[in-house]
């Protein structure tokens, strides 16, 4: 059995906010020749290596979530165990 | 039946190469009392919305996430669809 559990935090911009990294990523797909894309989103994800015998983990792996890894007010999250 | 298809290619650090942001995040984290934590990762993703009529597009896939998403140096990527 691991000694560790492990989580990953998702963060990506919500709708209706300019992703500058994927529109200027699209562009040079279609530059390249790859015309066949009609969008990028770009995103990121934390992976949170958590001792295992944390208590209350979900409690704060949503608190981080929020407060430090993504800026809920252009950005959305999810959670994955 | 949706017009468009979908493919996400997620883009991490190899095993090895060190993850400033990560190592920050984690530090930032002890520092607000999170301590149940032992590392953090960080790592990017990029969502394709391709043509339906897209054709050879797992070649393609994997051809811009080592051409463009990804820095095969110090990087690897999955791609999922």
């Known amino acids: 059995m691991s000694t560790q559990n492990k989580a990953v935090v998702y963060v990506r911009l919500k709708e209706g906010v300019l992703d500058p990294q994927g529109v200027t990523i699209h562009k040079s797909l279609q530059q390249m020749g790859y015309d066949d894309f009609v969008s990028v ?34 950005e959305n999250y999810t959670v994955e165990k």
């Open 41 to 74: 989103r770009s995103g990121k994800f934390f992976e949170l290596e958590i001792k295992a015998d944390a208590a209350d983990m979900d409690k704060k792996i949503e608190e981080v979530s929020s407060k430090l890894l993504s800026n809920p007010v252009i």
